[in-house]
């Protein structure tokens, strides 16, 4: 048996059907203890009564997405960028999350150079660390599946984010996300993640469904796909993590067209059964 | 300017349009001197003819695409596979084809271990090396989007296909096919190359289109989405390729719905602006 005081539930897995109080409501509900929060709703209700809603429940938060798309070659709107990262931190620590997931950002296709990308946005996450140490807010890193590489994240495998931890030299601030969705398939994924070892500050589970028919929005709940998500546990455990499981599923045609209740029953039952 | 000659039209490209003899008929009409064969047009009129419409033709066969999907973990089913390979390689060798494109096979849903599949196309693949010599066909490893890892291939990088080069040791059966589409995203793609060397035997350009809508059919013309293909070119003939340059462009919801000239006329614009 899995520790259910473990199991967090992200919020992108009820995106659609609730807002941050009904999702804190339904956590509560369904008799778990942790969620990781989506920053777009945060926003609908303004993050100080979030900040109200969160702390006055039992429910910790173990994450906030996102910050980042900070990649544009374009100067003026890599700093307006980094300045709205910036302010995803405050709201991480306004509503006590850990850590705040980086997404990079895409290719310009001003320059159609995935290096020069790259390249960017390991210098714009340098000028992000210091207002990160001043919050005690964690940047994690989260290598995306390299299939929205072009539009999303040029951070494509753990091997790569423990390149940028080594550049960046600020292990205290920085850390990485292991998302079972986004590197199952990475055939270096062992050798990572042991490298990685203690910077992994955070583990998201799905599962990927044969019949994918969507990029970004056609995950699959754990059990229901051909992710060995167990393995992928035990690598990052081995690694040193023991912190959440944060389910994390976007699925625009299954389950965000269920009820949560039913969502979050059935994620209680796969947390023990494949996860 | 690129060299026309070594520009090559994938069945691919004109799949929706054209049969084979359509299509040979449109590359001759387009003034261009080489094509690479889609194996299902094959089987629509028989190799014999097929073979004889190519030989009667002025074009180069450069390819066949493809033989593989060879990771069932049930035996009998693999083995069944591994004989359709070597049809497969049968079928190149008629046409005078002097590499069949391989591709692997997807993560088995009854063992969802993704290691282990990679390891039965390894050794299935041993298997096939003496049949394809005797033929003096090449098998050409493609490493394909990891996107595409779960049911269709799980050789996702050239990193990988050259560990499976140096464990097989037959470098004169077993090549590499660079495909930009699949590799780009590859934080290791540089190296990768350079260290495959002598072994790429193929190399098959389109372009990543930013707003993708489906994992395996939206496939971009040169110079309309995110890829450095002219980078792309540069690194594979530093490696030591100097063959064809194939087009192919699975595009179910743009190129396929144009007439097959129309296409071909734009394949060979952008060859020189985008390639």
């Known amino acids: 048996m899995l520790d259910e005081k473990l199991l967090s539930i992200h919020q992108a897995t009820v995106l659609q059907q609730w ?25 609908e209700i303004g993050v100080g009564e979030a900040a109200r809603a969160l702390a006055g429940s039992g429910l910790a938060v173990t994450g906030l997405s996102f910050a980042g798309l900070i990649t544009s070659r374009d100067k003026a709107a890599a700093a307006k960028a980094r ?4 302010r995803a931190f405050d709201d991480a620590a306004a509503i006590m999350a850990p850590s705040v ?10 320059d159609k150079d995935v290096k020069a990308a ?19 807010i964690k940047i994690a890193l989260e290598p995306l599946h390299p299939m929205i590489c072009a539009h999303r994240s040029v951070l494509s495998t ?5 390149q940028w931890c080594d550049a960046l030299k600020a292990e205290d601030v920085v850390g990485i996300a292991v998302d079972t969705y986004a590197v199952w398939w990475d055939p270096d994924l062992e050798e990572s993640i042991s490298r990685a070892g203690k910077r ?3 583990f998201h589970v799905s599962d990927w469904l044969v019949d994918t028919q969507d990029l970004r929005l056609d ?3 754990m059990g229901d796909g051909v992710i060995d998500i ?4 035990r690598m990052v455990e081995k690694a040193g993590y023991a912190g959440y499981r944060e389910v994390e599923i976007f699925s625009a045609r299954n389950w965000w067209k269920r009820e949560g209740d039913e969502v979050l029953s059935v994620v209680k039952e796969r947390y023990q059964t494949a996860v």
């Open 19 to 43: 807002t941050l109080k009904q999702a804190i409501a339904g956590i509560e509900r369904a008799g778990l203890g942790a969620i990781s929060v989506w920053r777009d709703k945060l926003a």
């Open 83 to 86: 300045d709205e990262a910036r």
């Open 158 to 162: 753990v091997k790569l984010a423990n």
């Open 118 to 136: 790259r390249a960017r946005a390991l210098e714009g996450l340098a000028e992000l660390v210091p207002h990160a140490r001043a919050l005690k």
């Open 200 to 202: 992994i500050c955070a």
């Open 219 to 221: 995950r699959g709940m």
């Open 230 to 233: 167990p393995g992928i546990r």
């Open 101 to 110: 997931v980086f997404v990079a950002g895409g290719v310009d296709p001003g």
